[in-house]
């Protein structure tokens, strides 16, 4: 069993390359792309340290220039791990009916498009990290409390990036009922941007709002991994963090299996 | 031969938005919107042995895609049963999949970008295609579709026939015991149109596979099918020999004689029908059972340089099926 499923993800990862290298500019650019959220908000909050003379927020959840710098920047690297997109792909084949030669297949689309998204973070991955070494050798930002935080930090990124990827793929399900998901997917990006820590470090937020971050998935896809990598979290905070991370991941998973059902049942589009 | 595709009463209705035009009445549909039943498919039943190729016919929007994407599992069917192979289609099922494949001719499910071969590999794994299985299999498609040249070219930079035999092969690597076929030659020119043909013959021939084909090139059915069913708006009109559809819908003959004149040209009328009028050459039509004594009459009576008696073209008789309204026309089914 697992060989077939390391012979599916192998053909499916040749064959994304494949594609992929014959678009490496369009490749690159949507990399990119993916940088431009951390750089403006790493922008404003180093402006605002700058101004506030010290560091921003109070006691542990307070920021220098340096903590801005070290957040942002492995906000843009994780960001690039956990990035998922196949929303606007999925609901352009329900709507135009190129779906459904993949619904003949027996195998489960997600799992063509998850090894399509493997494929364009190692692919691209390889291409970034002299960026990513220029930004940190530019910004200087504050090291971890312990570097033995990085490596622990993985089993949290590899959660939220499966969470995101499954997440984002129920919203694409969604397309089986309104062919024009983008508004829900413009709320669905606006409320991760705010509430996973994009946009501002979560303890920098106005106490409602902060508390509210907790009880979404949004932070568990995004800042999460971050903290614990930057060692903010103690060992038990972080033991917590990841059993809420795989409660979400079945809850997002269960969701998956039962829109899948009824959205295939529904599947009847102008070009099914 | 045992059944391997049966439909009992299949039906499907589709409910959809439907509003007049005008900013008005879009305003309107905002808040109350007004639905309206299709009926797609009515209660079709058949059934198809091993090894069978049935054409299946109708005008555009007669219900034959709904149908054959019921029969692969595309959509779940609003009444009515059916098994393929055993299996309920709609399940969809590992199991079954691997055993079917449908080919629609506006339909890729080759990754444009690149080239076919890489499809092919992708289809290996999900199939689960023996790589020795794998490599005789594309080398009998490369023989039979002439395909060397065009799988190591991207898909995009095919032309629609090449992209055709390669949809062809890529949907056939998994040697799937059930093929159904939607207008496959939709589009190619005459003489992919008779390669194609002459493939899906052999491929039949080869495997024994059970086929079901929709076209709207007549002589795609002629040529690959012995039986055909026909529908129209969503109901079954015929299920039979290709040769019983023309003596049931069409229980005529076409009388066609050269006279010696334009005169005895326009005495002509008096034997029959007359379709078609070329100067001295005329087209008439005549009951069946008449046939034998009309061709008796005209070369008594006429100056008769040249006759020959036909059976009208198959494209006539189906059209004359489709223009008839599915309701009143019960006349083979």
């Known amino acids: 069993m697992l060989t077939y499923w390391w012979q599916v993800y192998r053909a499916n990862l040749r064959a994304s390359w494949a594609m992929m290298a014959q678009y490496r500019m369009v490749v690159l650019i949507w990399a990119l792309w993916g940088f431009v959220g951390p750089l403006v908000s790493l922008a404003v909050w180093s402006a605002t340290a700058s101004a506030h003379g010290g560091p921003v927020g109070q006691g542990g959840a307070s920021f220098t220039t340096s903590d801005f710098a070290a957040y942002f920047l492995l906000f843009m690297i994780y960001g690039h791990i956990t990035m998922s997109w196949d929303v606007f792909e999925f609901a352009y084949r329900v709507r135009t009916g190129s779906l459904s030669p993949k619904l003949l297949r027996p195998l489960h689309p997600i799992h063509e498009d998850a090894a399509s998204n493997i494929g364009f973070k190692l692919f691209t991955t390889t291409l970034l990290i002299p960026i990513w070494a220029a930004i940190y050798l530019m910004l200087r930002p504050s090291p971890p409390t312990s570097y033995w935080w990085i490596p622990a930090s993985l089993p949290s990124l590899a959660l939220a990036a499966v969470m995101r990827y499954v997440l984002q793929y129920v919203l694409a399900i969604l397309s089986f009922w309104t062919t024009r998901i983008d508004a829900v997917n413009q709320l669905y990006f606006t409320l991760d941007s705010f509430l996973s820590g994009r946009v501002a470090p979560l303890a920098l937020l106005p106490g409602g709002l902060a508390a509210a971050a907790q009880a979404t998935p949004f932070r568990y896809m995004g800042s999460f991994p971050v903290e614990v990598a930057l060692g903010k979290l103690t060992p038990h905070q972080v033991l917590t963090g990841m059993a809420v991370q795989v409660a979400w991941l079945v809850a997002v998973l269960l969701l998956l299996h039962w829109t899948w059902r009824a959205g295939v049942r529904q599947y009847s589009a102008a070009g099914a | ?333």
């Open chain 2, 1 to 333: 031969m045992p059944c391997q595709i049966s439909l009992e009463k299949l039906s499907k209705t589709y409910r959809v938005t439907e509003r007049a035009a005008g900013a008005a009445a879009a305003f309107r549909s905002l808040y109350h919107r007004t639905y309206k039943e299709v009926h797609a498919v009515r209660d079709i039943s058949f059934t198809l042995d091993e090894g069978e190729v049935v054409g299946f016919l109708g005008p555009n929007g007669a219900g034959k895609t709904t149908t054959l994407k019921m029969l692969a599992g595309l959509l779940h069917p609003s009444a009515g049963t059916a098994q393929v192979l055993g299996h309920t289609p709609w399940r969809r099922e590992h199991a079954y999949l691997r055993q079917i494949s449908l080919v629609m001719g506006n339909r890729n499910q080759l990754l444009w970008d690149i080239p076919a071969m890489d499809s092919f590999l992708v289809n290996q794994a999900v199939y689960r295609i023996p790589e020795a299985e794998f490599r005789s299999t594309v080398d009998e498609l490369v023989e039979l579709l002439d395909l060397s040249e065009l799988l190591r070219k991207p898909v995009r930079n095919l032309s629609l026939g090449e992209r055709m035999k390669c949809e062809l092969a890529a949907s056939l690597l998994h040697r799937p015991r059930v093929l159904f076929l939607d207008e496959p030659t939709l589009g190619v020119d005459l003489t992919m149109q008779g390669r194609i043909r002459a493939f899906v013959a052999e491929h039949n021939r080869r495997t024994g596979a059970t086929v079901l084909l929709t076209s709207h090139y007549m002589a795609d059915v002629t040529a690959l099918c012995k039986r055909v069913i026909v529908i129209h708006h969503g109901t079954m009109l015929f299920d039979g020999g290709l040769d019983d559809l023309a003596q049931r819908i069409a229980p005529y003959k076409l009388v066609k004689i050269d006279v010696e004149s334009p005169e005895a040209a326009a005495r002509a009328a008096a034997f029959g029908n007359v379709v078609e009028v070329d100067g001295v050459r005329i087209t008439l039509q005549t009951p069946k059972a008449e046939a034998a004594a009309t061709v008796g009459r005209l070369l008594a009576e006429l100056p008769v340089v040249d006759l020959t008696v036909e059976d009208p073209p198959i494209e006539q008789v189906i059209g004359q099926v489709f223009a008839a309204e599915a309701g009143e026309t019960p006349q083979a089914c």
